[in-house]
């Protein structure tokens, strides 16, 4: 029997390993299991009686994160050619600001243009290392784990900065280490992981091939395929609520059929209020027939940018995601939100009850479709029309997947979107295509995945 350290970077870490039913099998799997955690410790109490250790947080110095920079950088030009999520990463990375940072960004730009191979890359590794090797917080973690003696160092998202101190510390000590590759996007059009580790899990083979491929210095027996715990909480009995109780949580008139548009952040999904108030007016001008309509915001934003539309549409539902800012006093202050139970098993009532869903190509797509629902996909913007290009996302690795599978109604226009809701309110033919999408994007059964993780993580102890 062998000792894990379980690494929690962020509220949604903490939904996916500590609200699932993964402690359950880990704690039969390794003879103690200790969560270092990036959240404040007094959140878990509710949750679990595993031992708990606060992680100071790190900050990045400029030195850091110059380096760090340049590494992710290096990354997006290695692989930018003919991958558009890739090239609209290094575009939206780019700084036209007059501070050190910008001129620095700037720099990091010239100087990666010419040196961006592999090489150069580990180089940019080493010496952000460097820049904290002797820092008073890398100082703590490595006491940390020269007194627990883990056996492995299982890491829950392979990307936020203020992690790669604790990678570090682990390698200095011959630890070994896994990441969890977070979300379906991650590698395909996102930069730079966090740290180089010994082990890696992933949600599907097509993840495992975009892994081999975007970072030649993996081997294939590092790799494990696991499926997600991002969804197992859906097959939880302890989260399910009955019909009767969704209806009326949300006071749903129960002869009516349900779309449920789920919001994207501010960054990325900046036409939601846009899709929102078309599929409104529409109701209110009887050009659908009626319907309730619910609007789910997204947990990583303050909703006030909806408080016009709540206003002008009385009759919309709206869910605000019931999560917790535990901490405000961190770079990444989206990260320090965690998910209430309640607030779980209203999003999985929205799942299961509603008839259809509406986001702008977001990954709650596939939560979804795990529950048989058609999905529609709005994507009004362009590069000519004046509205925020949401269109371009098109382009992406992991989006072409998914229009290539036909397993969702991907509409451009009001009118494009409207009949597609009158046509998924009268008849569904894409179950089929559903169904093979989420076995190419979710490799595991929900019911089996935790088991597959921890058994992955025992066998590399």
């Known amino acids: ?39 404040p410790r007094e959140i878990y109490k509710t949750n679990t009686n595993v031992r708990v250790i606060e992680l100071d947080v ?10 760090r920079k340049a590494k992710e950088i290096a990354h997006l030009k290695l692989h930018q050619k003919g991958n558009l999520g890739i090239q609209d990463n290094l575009m ?52 940390i784990l020269k007194e627990e003696q883990f056996n492995l160092l299982f890491f829950t998202h392979q990307r936020p900065p203020y992690i ?52 030649s210095s993996i081997k294939e027996n590092q790799i494990a395929v696991v499926g997600t715990p991002q969804f197992v909480s859906y097959v939880m009995p302890e989260y399910k609520i009955s019909k009767q109780d969704f209806i009326s949580e949300f006071h749903l008139d129960e002869s009516l059929k349900t779309i449920c548009f789920s919001c994207g952040d501010i960054s990325t999904s900046k036409n939601d209020e846009l899709y929102i108030e078309t599929i409104a007016e529409a109701i209110q001008n009887k050009l659908l027939k009626p319907v309730n309509f619910i609007v789910r915001t997204s947990p990583a934003e303050d909703p006030i940018r909806f408080k016009q539309l709540v206003e002008k549409f009385p009759f919309i539902k709206w869910n605000f995601p019931k999560w917790q800012q535990v901490r405000d006093n961190h770079q990444e202050a989206w990260s320090q939100r965690i998910p209430t139970i309640e607030d779980v098993k209203q999003l999985r009532a929205l799942l299961e009850y509603s008839d259809m869903n509406i986001n702008m190509l977001s990954t709650m797509s ?10 529609i996909n709005p994507i009004f913007g362009n590069a000519t029309n004046g509205l925020y290009n949401d269109q371009r996302f098109l382009g992406y690795a992991h989006i072409q997947h998914l229009v290539n599978s036909n ?15 009158s046509d998924y309110l009268i008849k ?34």
């Open 1 to 39: 029997m062998k000792k894990l350290g379980l690494v929690i970077t962020d509220g949604v870490g903490f939904r996916n390993f500590i609200l699932s039913d993964f402690l359950q099998h880990a704690e039969t799997a390794f003879v103690e299991v200790v969560i270092l955690s990036c959240l």
């Open 58 to 67: 790190f900050e990045e110095t400029f030195k850091t994160w110059f380096f």
């Open 92 to 143: 939206s990375n780019d700084s036209k600001l007059k501070t050190n940072r910008g001129y620095a960004t700037r720099f990091i730009y010239k100087v990666t243009s010419l040196f961006h191979s592999e090489r150069f890359i580990q180089r940019f590794q080493k010496l952000q290392n460097s820049t904290f090797a002797s820092h008073k917080i890398t100082k703590t973690y490595q006491s």
């Open 164 to 215: 790669a101190p604790l990678v570090y510390a682990a390698q200095q000590q011959k630890l070994k280490t896994v990441a969890f590759i977070f979300s379906w996007d991650n590698l395909a059009s996102k930069g730079r992981m966090a740290s180089n580790f010994d082990y890696y899990l992933v949600w599907s083979n097509l993840m495992k091939q975009d892994l081999l491929q975007f970072y």
């Open 366 to 375: 596939l939560d979804f479709m795990l529950f048989g629902k058609p999905v």
């Open 407 to 421: 397993a969702t109604k991907v509409v451009k226009t009001k009118e494009q979107l409207l009949e597609a809701i």
């Open 428 to 461: 569904d033919e894409d179950a089929h295509n559903r169904e093979n999408f989420i076995k190419q994007q979710v490799g595991v059964a929900l019911d089996k995945t935790s088991k597959e993780l921890v058994a992955s993580l025992k066998a590399w102890a």
